[in-house]
Nanobody, 125 residues
């Protein structure tokens, strides 16, 4: 089954870091846009940012820029989300998937392969 696989979540204290990984089961990430998205309890599904795998350009939601960094490991065909100075409001399930980029925002690509289970990030003291 073609599916994205997220990993690296966990529990962390406020101010701490986490690095999430995104890989693909059964296919290569290719040269598409790959986006990170998150779903927090009681909140809307939202984009975190995305990376253009054609040239490794990255784009972030304004409120997260400076704390979150997306990068690619070409050899491992993996995309990472480095999260620093985490805040309780960053608590969410994080997903990666193929995305689109338009007018400064990252969107889910409706033609993307299957989503993964996501990875839970919990930020609390």
């Amino acid at each position: 089954q073609l599916q994205f696989v997220e990993s690296g979540g966990g529990s962390v204290q406020p101010g701490g870091p986490l690095r999430l990984s995104c890989s693909a089961a059964g296919f290569s990430l290719g040269n598409y846009f790959i986006g990170w998205f998150r779903q927090a309890p009681g909140k809307e599904f939202e984009a975190v940012g995305c990376i253009d795998l054609d040239d490794d350009s990255t784009y972030y939601e304004d409120v997260l820029r400076g704390r979150f960094t997306i990068a690619r490991d070409h050899a491992k065909d993996t995309v990472f989300l480095q999260m620093n100075n985490l805040k309780p409001e960053d608590t969410a399930v994080y997903y990666c998937t193929r995305s689109e980029f338009d007018r400064g925002e990252c969107f889910v690509d409706a033609a993307s392969p299957s989503w993964g289970q996501g990875t839970q990030v919990t930020v609390s003291a």
